[in-house]
């Protein structure tokens, strides 16, 4: 989730907020369903398909699609076509885990999807859907589109702290020292159970992973551009720095959020909050202590004495501090997975550095977290490196006997040779599960965030799907 500069110039290029004028709605586009007030004309080649009550689609003439089969059109590369069964909307039980696997009512579950900044069945990350004021159609899109790669997870944002209410939407807002936690309709509401996201991930058959701080305050920032465009001024930022900010004063050190008893207080107060709202929800696969937790934040302030140590502890605190109010969902701690390899020259191995704080190994055997993740997006180019670090953590994740994920990594060049290379190596090794940053979809005023958006019909979304289907296999899961 560090990549919304260029997301957001290419939004506003793209002219975010303006209403489109467009008569004829693109391959995959939507084209009806509840709520949608865009074109129902599909362009010459494909017909609106009804694929639920929400969501209409364009899908090519050539393409058959039933009510329980999506057969996908090849996009320009491969030449077969790939058959996937239809999202379903049960979702019941809990998510939990049993050595390095996930289980589901006692039988293998496996986790794939992608970052829809909400969350997928183990390997979506879509960090837009959540907080970005779109409604339930348009999530009912994005989710559609990441179930119908076979994935049961994705990846999303349940904070949102600003320090001027309003605007698109928000969950927490900071006056002065008081935080107030948002519970409206632009708030928690457009999260929670009866509504939106928890809602729209279900009937869809998926599950969310929901991050619940973040230690960059980028996204916060991309919120602001994102008002510009629409012309809504308000003063955002967000994450662990908002929370030392106002508490503290601005600009004390960033990892001043691990260790200050008033900030973990405030911290657990939305974290309890949040959490105890969703204590019932089986659309919870589990909470995430933080987005990529480090000494250092987006400020590069930090107090100096910060170590592997200062945030093991913290994460064995606000762990079982979740575990203590909700027994039903998984904990994890969303960081990146850095390991503490003090004779590795490469600096992901170096996690002492004063910058990071982070020892993979020791974090995964604390007793309150469940699962292991990491993050590779650190050399778009070196799929040997990228090879090496998959293994590395698989390796890992067997001394461990926990699951670990790959959840957010993504290449910008040579996609369908490295994510090959890459799911290749999650099937052989065991590796639970990945989320692939991130998922993209067209949406009511176009394309979502398109960076490194991997949108359906495109040959890395049927590579997703194929790897899915792979991983599914290996794991005998029955879904
Ligand atoms: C984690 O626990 C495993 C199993 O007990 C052990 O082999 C491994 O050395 C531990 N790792 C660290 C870094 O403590």
Same mark, same amino acid.
């Not at 909700?326 to 550095?353: K, M």
């Given at each position: 989730?560090?990549?919304?500069?260029?997301?957001?110039?290419?939004?506003?290029?793209?002219?975010?907020?303006?209403?489109?004028?467009?008569?004829?709605?693109? #391959?995959?586009?939507?084209?009806?369903?509840?709520?949608?007030?865009?074109?129902?004309?599909?362009?010459?080649?494909?017909?609106?398909?009804?694929?639920?009550?929400?969501?209409?689609?364009?899908?090519?003439?050539?393409?058959?699609?039933?009510?329980?089969?999506?057969?996908?059109?090849?996009?320009?590369?491969?030449?077969?076509?790939?058959?996937?069964?239809?999202?379903?909307?049960?979702?019941?039980?809990?998510?939990?885990?049993?050595?390095?696997?996930?289980?589901?009512?006692? !039988?293998?579950?496996?986790?794939?999807?992608?970052?829809?900044?909400?969350?997928?069945?183990?390997?979506?990350?879509?960090?837009?859907?959540?907080?970005?004021?779109?409604?339930?159609?348009?999530?009912?899109?994005?989710?559609?589109?990441?179930?119908?790669?076979?994935?049961?997870?994705?990846?999303?944002?349940?904070?949102?702290?600003?320090?001027?209410?309003?605007?698109?939407?928000?969950?927490?807002?900071?006056?002065?020292?008081?935080?107030?936690?948002?519970?409206?309709?632009?708030?928690? %509401?457009?999260?929670?159970?009866?509504?939106?996201?928890?809602?729209?991930?279900?009937?869809?058959?998926?599950?969310? *992973?929901?991050?619940?701080?973040?230690?960059?305050?980028?996204?916060?920032?991309?919120?602001?551009?994102?008002?510009?465009?629409?012309?809504?001024?308000?003063?955002?930022?967000?994450?662990?720095?908002?929370?030392?900010?106002?508490?503290?004063?601005?600009?004390?050190?960033?990892?001043?959020?691990?260790?200050?008893?008033?900030?973990?207080?405030?911290?657990?107060?939305?974290? !309890?909050?949040?959490?105890?709202?969703?204590?019932?929800?089986?659309?919870?696969?589990?909470?995430?202590?933080?987005?990529?937790?480090?000494?250092?934040?987006?400020?590069?302030?930090?107090?100096?004495?910060?170590?592997?140590?200062?945030?093991?502890?913290?994460? #064995?605190?606000?762990?079982?501090?979740? !575990?203590?109010?909700?027994?039903?969902?998984?904990?994890?701690?969303?960081?990146?997975?850095?390991?503490?390899?003090?004779?590795?020259?490469?600096?992901?191995?170096?996690?002492?550095?004063?910058?990071?704080?982070?020892?993979?190994?020791?974090?995964?055997? *604390?007793?309150?977290?469940?699962?292991?993740?990491?993050?590779?997006?650190?050399?778009?180019?070196?799929?040997?490196?990228?090879?090496?670090?998959?293994?590395?953590?698989?390796?890992?994740?067997?001394?461990?006997? !926990?699951?670990?994920?790959?959840? %957010?990594?993504?290449?910008?060049?040579?996609?369908?040779?490295?994510?090959?290379?890459?799911?290749?190596?999650?099937?052989?090794?065991?590796?639970?599960?990945?989320? *692939?940053?991130?998922?993209?979809?067209?949406?009511?005023?176009?394309?979502?965030?398109?960076?490194?958006?991997?949108?359906?019909?495109?040959?890395?979304?049927?590579?997703?799907?194929?790897?899915?289907?792979?991983?599914?296999?290996?794991?005998?899961?029955?879904?």
């Amino acid at each position: 989730m560090k990549r919304s500069v260029l997301a957001l110039q290419v939004l506003l290029v793209s002219g975010f907020g303006v209403v489109s004028t467009q008569s004829t709605v693109s #391959e995959w586009g939507q084209c009806g369903g509840i709520g949608f007030t865009g074109s129902t004309t599909c362009v010459v080649g494909t017909t609106c398909q009804v694929i639920n009550e929400w969501f209409f689609q364009c899908v090519p003439d050539s393409s058959s699609v039933g009510p329980t089969t999506t057969v996908l059109s090849t996009g320009t590369g491969s030449a077969t076509s790939t058959a996937i069964s239809s999202p379903t909307a049960t979702v019941t039980g809990f998510v939990k885990t049993s050595g390095i696997h996930f289980t589901l009512n006692g !039988k293998p579950f496996t986790v794939v999807g992608q970052v829809l900044i909400t969350n997928s069945r183990n390997r979506a990350n879509a960090y837009w859907v959540g907080l970005m004021g779109y409604g339930v159609p348009d999530m009912m899109t994005a989710f559609h589109a990441i179930a119908a790669t076979g994935a049961s997870v994705c990846r999303t944002n349940g904070f949102n702290e600003v320090t001027a209410p309003g605007g698109v939407a928000y969950y927490q807002s900071w006056s002065g020292s008081t935080p107030t936690i948002n519970f409206g309709a632009n708030g928690l %509401e457009n999260f929670a159970l009866a509504d939106n996201v928890v809602t729209a991930a279900k009937a869809n058959g998926i599950r969310l *992973i929901v991050t619940l701080t973040n230690n960059w305050e980028d996204y916060g920032a991309f919120l602001v551009s994102i008002q510009l465009a629409l012309h809504l001024m308000n003063t955002l930022s967000g994450g662990m720095d908002v929370y030392v900010n106002q508490l503290l004063g601005q600009g004390q050190p960033h990892d001043f959020f691990y260790t200050n008893p008033t900030v973990i207080a405030a911290y657990k107060n939305y974290v !309890k909050t949040f959490v105890t709202r969703y204590l019932n929800e089986p659309g919870i696969l589990a909470w995430e202590l933080a987005n990529e937790p480090r000494c250092l934040g987006t400020t590069g302030t930090g107090s100096g004495t910060c170590t592997i140590s200062t945030i093991s502890t913290w994460i #064995e605190e606000m762990s079982s501090f979740i !575990k203590s109010i909700d027994s039903n969902h998984l904990v994890a701690i969303g960081d990146e997975g850095f390991f503490n390899d003090p004779g590795n020259p490469t600096f992901v191995y170096q996690g002492f550095q004063p910058s990071l704080g982070i020892d993979f190994a020791a974090n995964l055997n *604390i007793s309150t977290v469940d699962f292991g993740t990491f993050h590779d997006s650190y050399d778009n180019a070196d799929q040997t490196f990228g090879a090496q670090w998959i293994q590395d953590h698989a390796t890992t994740m067997i001394a461990s006997n !926990k699951p670990v994920l790959m959840e %957010e990594f993504s290449v910008a060049e040579n996609t369908i040779e490295q994510y090959t290379d890459w799911y290749s190596i999650i099937e052989s090794t065991g590796m639970a599960g990945d989320l *692939i940053w991130q998922a993209g979809s067209i949406l009511s005023n176009g394309p979502s965030d398109p960076n490194l958006a991997v949108y359906p019909g495109s040959d890395v979304y049927i590579l997703n799907t194929q790897h899915a289907a792979a991983l599914r296999a290996r794991d005998g899961d029955p879904q």
